[in-house]
């Protein structure tokens, strides 16, 4: 039987990933074996992101070394991945979906959040929901995988920084000091692990069609939709979360302005046999309140 090559970050959280996909494939039968790769995300850390002009930063190298041979399937974290996925290389499975919310990991106490504070996040989306409820506030640009992140906090006077919750929990990093950030809407896909593997392999899709989770693969599929109309393959603050309920579906979209000043947002639920096309129209809705000359402005910004 062909032994399955998991290509993966190397970062602890990405290792946790794949290990996880690895234990899943073996527990049906099939064999497979790790095999870590560095990306470019991981290697220039003095840039914000969308400074560095890619979108899938991190899942570049490994898209690279599917489509040379070098591995078979990549596991992602499926916010991190771009809504186009590159010419030969197909969704294969979405995994079941860990908690989607943000977490404040902060120093000391909270009284800072009355006044004034300086938070940190690399992504612009974080940021513009920071701000847009914390004015005063300060937000400075951290980068790295969840360890290194941690440790910034840890040897700079910040008051606290943005982290995802799942990723915290799935490497046991998750501090005590640290508060659910219920009001703001998470990146599309947060909290869900994609499995990607090439367009002509029946052998890995088969496979890794059977880890599939069903409700996880709507939600995110209307999330990343309503982020390919809104986005355009541009990085904006952009959230979105998508939730079944029984027999319905509520999505909740929202697009912020750079500094977090102006939000325009979208919520709904519908009955889940009409989810088709969700997303796109949840993105058209905002697009046509304004939303177009925002991402317009925040295209000449970044």
């Known amino acids: 039987m062909k032994i399955i090559r998991i290509g993966t970050r190397d970062s602890e959280l990405a290792l946790w990933q794949a290990n996880t996909v690895k234990n899943k494939l073996e527990a049906l039968g099939y064999k497979s074996e790790l095999v870590p790769v560095k990306s470019t995300g991981d290697l220039v850390l003095d840039k914000p992101l969308y400074e560095l ?53 902060f120093k000391g106490n909270t009284s800072f959040l009355e006044g004034e504070g300086t938070i940190a996040t690399g992504s612009l989306r974080r940021k513009a929901q920071w701000l847009n409820r914390y ?15 941690m440790q910034k906090l840890e040897d700079n006077n910040w008051n606290g920084a943005v982290f995802a919750k799942a990723g915290l929990e799935r490497i046991n990093l998750k501090p005590e000091n640290n508060i659910a950030l219920d009001w703001m809407v998470p990146a599309p896909a947060q909290g869900a692990m994609l499995v990607v593997a090439m367009e002509n392999d029946d052998f890995c899709r088969e ?82 309140n304004g939303g177009k000359e925002l991402m317009e402005e925040i295209k000449s910004k970044i």
């Open 53 to 105: 002009g890619i979108t899938g930063i991190f899942t570049k190298t490994l898209d690279v070394a599917m489509l040379k041979g070098e591995v078979d399937i990549a596991v992602h974290s499926m916010k991190d991945v771009p809504t186009a996925l590159p010419k030969g290389i197909v969704q294969a499975a979405v995994l079941e979906r860990a908690a989607t919310e943000d977490i404040l990991v």
């Open 135 to 149: 004015p005063d506030h300060k937000v400075v640009d951290l980068r790295g995988n969840v360890n290194t992140r």
């Open 207 to 288: 496979a890794l069609a059977k880890l599939n989770d069903e409700a996880t693969e709507i939600c995110t599929r209307i999330e990343r939709e309503f982020l390919r109309v809104l986005e355009g393959g541009c990085t904006a603050p952009i959230g979105a979360l998508a939730e079944i309920e029984g027999d319905e579906i509520s999505f909740k979209g929202v697009l912020f302005s750079l500094d977090g000043k102006r939000k325009i947002e979208v919520e709904e639920t519908l009955a889940l046999k009409d989810a088709e096309s969700f997303g796109k129209r949840s993105a058209l809705e905002v697009l046509n």
